[in-house]
């Protein structure tokens, strides 16, 4: 009787291991997350500071673009002038 309690048991634990075994879910392999998505279409750069801006609200000016009419008057009289 004990000798069978014991092999019920056993074979218990061998479906219980199998059973884990099958039910454990490959883990799919997650896409690796971009380490840096490229600036949307519409952004802009200042060439001045290097600010990031949406290209509406760009200043365009000689050299690039700008983030304020400060920053396009800095750089055009740093760069504009004296070649
Ligand atoms: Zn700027």
Redesign the pocket.
């Known amino acids: 009787m004990l000798k069978f309690l014991f092999l019920i048991l056993l074979l218990g634990l061998v479906f219980f291991l199998l059973g884990v075994k099958h039910s454990r879910p490959a883990q799919p392999k997650k896409a690796a997350p971009e380490p840096r998505p490229p600036l949307p279409k519409d952004m802009s750069t200042?060439a001045?500071?290097g600010?990031h801006l949406p290209a509406d609200e760009a200043l365009p000016g000689r050299g690039g673009v700008?983030?304020?009419a400060a920053?396009r008057s800095a750089y055009e009289s740093e760069h504009g002038g004296a070649a």
């Open positions: 200042c001045q500071c600010l700008f983030c304020s920053h």
